[in-house]
């Protein structure tokens, strides 16, 4: 597929965070995953101590999962950062599935309900599906009747590159749209893109995964057409 370093570098530099490949070898680094949290969060102190990418939960009889980016932080909340292109699903009730799950995994036999920890889904679109024209929003739980919030440990943040409404998240979010080598606002970003789109073992990685896509895609495509056949 590529023949030469030079096509491999002009081949991977067309990537993006926005893009699922890249932002799966990004988010494998806990120093770009804070850095992207303390900008959403508009937490400057917030610090991880542990990342999981592509970590897949199996469910037996029903639809697995694999997380994005699943980050543990030292005051032991767990922030799960997801990236989603598509606009063909449900974001709302796949964040909703998402998280039902990851209680469950959370859950150890033989310990109460509040020693699950808080959950932050973290959920970026590339278009504002929640049509506020705002670049990120926070979802609370309310009693209709008081409007008292009603906190239950889990907290929804959706985050979108379409609206740029002048905040440091919108900034971070053109960056996603537009990865170059060099962003002295979040230079560790920065630093993890250089690696993949500049140094020959960051875009080796890059191109395997996009190999391992095609020939997974190959595969079903045969096992599709070899179905087809049977039935006739």
């Known amino acids: 597929m590529f023949e030469t370093n030079e096509a491999r570098r002009a081949f991977v530099a067309k990537f993006n965070i926005m893009d699922d490949i890249f932002f799966q070898k990004i988010v494998e680094d806990p120093d770009a995953c ?4 303390r900008v959403i969060m508009n937490m400057p102190e917030l610090r991880v101590i542990g990342v999981q990418a592509q ?3 199996r469910n037996v009889g029903n639809k697995s999962v694999r997380l994005d980016a699943l980050c543990q932080l030292s005051n032991g909340h767990l922030y799960n950062i997801e990236m989603q292109k598509s606009d063909n699903d449900d974001h709302l009730k796949r964040v ?3 998280s039902s799950n990851l209680d469950t995994l959370s859950a150890e036999q033989g310990k109460n309900y509040t020693d699950l920890p808080d959950l932050y889904m973290v959920y970026i ?3 504002d599906f929640l049509k506020g024209n705002k670049a990120i929003y926070h979802v609370q739980r309310i009693l209709e009747e008081t409007g008292k919030v ?3 440990g889990i907290n929804e943040i959706y985050v979108n590159a379409s609206v740029d409404d002048g905040s440091t998240v919108a900034e971070l979010m053109n960056y996603f749209k537009n990865s170059t080598s060099d962003n002295k606002r979040f230079p560790k970003i920065a630093e993890r893109v250089r690696y993949y789109k500049e140094t020959n073992e960051g875009v080796s990685a890059v191109c395997e995964i996009v190999q391992e896509l095609i020939a997974k895609e190959l595969k079903r495509a045969e096992i599709a057409e070899k179905h087809h056949a049977d039935l006739f």
């Open 150 to 152: 009603v906190y239950n």
């Open 34 to 37: 804070q850095e992207i949290l």
């Open 96 to 98: 909703r599935y998402y």
């Open 55 to 57: 970590k897949f939960l």
């Open 125 to 127: 679109t590339t278009k």
